[in-house]
């Protein structure tokens, strides 16, 4: 009768054991680099999509796929809000205030420059696994009772310098995200806006979705199990 070691320590055990550990461990590896982004037209609709496998669409004979100069960006779920202002191109506009001399001495003395720093020129961003991280710059500071919004294709998603817009709900192609500043009686001194881009292929969630398969079987094993694979490893 074979042993409980023996059996364990078989050549085809130790393999697969050690294929789901080092799997499982993949989990806390940062995301791929950057891909790039393809745009594909129905030629019988006109229908643009935007998607980082072209290999999907190639083979269809009336979709023309061409390259993007657009790339996905390797934030995850919880992306952070932090400005990106170094080597990062940035959407800004400055103009003069046009308040009457009655209004809020205050904003129509101000020439402000209003600035989006993050997203970037050309970015794109796989649904839902990641969020779409706004940051905006204003100098000089802001006057008493001066605001700045943010909208997604028009929409209101914030008030403030910054926003993280989940893309769950989100249809794939082109959106626009627009900063706004306005006086406290609502006029508009300034708007900037960016157009950014989501991909509904998302191989993020596809390659997680694996890896969280593969950790729960190696939760699955026994203690004994996961000390044999911790040795094999450290051998």
Do not use: W
């Not at 085809?12 to 940062?30: D, E, H, Q």
């Not at 943010?150 to 769950?168: F, H, K, M, R, W």
């Not at 006086?183 to 960016?194: D, E, H, I, Y």
Request: net charge neutral; glycine share 4%.
């Amino acid at each position: 009768m074979i042993s409980l070691s023996k059996l364990i320590f078989s050549k085809g055990n130790i393999g697969l054991l050690t294929a789901m550990i080092v799997s499982a461990a993949s989990l806390c590896a940062p995301l791929a680099n950057a891909s790039a982004i393809y745009k594909v037209v129905d030629e019988k609709t006109g229908q643009v999509t935007f998607t980082d496998r072209p290999q999907n669409y190639e083979q269809q004979a009336d979709k023309q796929v061409t390259q993007t100069s657009v790339m996905t960006r390797n934030d995850t779920l919880n992306s952070s809000n932090n400005s990106n202002t170094s080597g990062q191109s940035s959407s800004t506009a400055q103009a003069a205030s046009t308040e009457t001399p009655d209004e809020d001495k205050n904003s129509s003395t101000v020439n402000y420059q209003l600035t989006i720093t993050e997203p970037s020129a050309e970015r794109a961003y796989r649904r839902p696994a990641q969020n779409i991280a706004v940051n905006v710059q204003v100098k000089p500071s802001l006057q008493a009772g001066d605001n700045v919004s943010i909208y997604l294709d028009g929409n209101e998603v914030a008030q403030g310098l910054s926003a993280s817009i989940p893309t769950v709900d989100i249809l794939p192609g082109a959106h626009s995200i627009t900063a706004v500043l306005t006086n406290k009686k609502g006029g508009t001194l300034q708007q900037v806006a960016r157009t950014i881009y989501v991909i509904q292929n998302n191989t993020t969630l596809q390659d997680n979705k694996r890896k969280a398969e593969q950790l729960l079987a190696y939760q699955n094993l026994s203690l004994y199990q996961k000390l044999l694979l911790k040795l094999r490893q450290s051998d």
